[in-house]
Nanobody, 123 residues
Framework: QVQLVDSGGGLVQAGDSLRLSCAAS????????MGWFRQAPGKEREFVAA????????SSAGSGKGRFTISGDNAKNTVYLDMRSLKPADPAVYSC????????????????WGQGTQVTVSS
């Protein structure tokens, strides 16, 4: 089992930056991937970014591409999502997740999920 704890969400103004963190504990099987997803009310969960643990390869997609950066700290088993230039379209519950296997953007490949952290952007 893998336990994930998301944190760092909050209320910010449009144009501000925010860093989300996800601390992982428990057992994983290499290779594995840690990803960030977001879900706004009434919308489907959307892939934001992912990082291959150990290799450092990353992938990002969606409206956050170019503004959001994923990174990881192996020693802390923590993945970060640095978000800059936040827009009124970015508010959602942001959740991290773990997939055993190669880098993937597919929601269904992720087996473990954090509880999510709310990001709200005021215009």
């Amino acid at each position: 089992q893998v336990q994930l704890v998301d944190s760092g969400g909050g209320l910010v103004q449009a144009g501000d930056s925010l860093r989300l963190s996800c601390a992982a504990s428990g057992r994983t099987f290499s290779p594995y991937v840690m990803g960030w997803f977001r879900q706004a009310p009434g919308k489907e969960r959307e892939f934001v970014a992912a990082i291959g643990w150990g290799g450092g390869s990353t992938s990002s997609a969606g409206s956050g591409k170019g503004r959001f950066t994923i990174s990881g700290d192996n020693a802390k088993n923590t993945v970060y999502l640095d978000m800059r230039s936040l827009k009124p379209a970015d508010p959602a519950v942001y959740s991290c997740a773990v997939a055993n296997g190669p880098l993937t953007v597919l929601t269904g490949r992720y087996d473990y999920w954090g509880q999510g952290t709310q990001v709200t952007v005021s215009s």
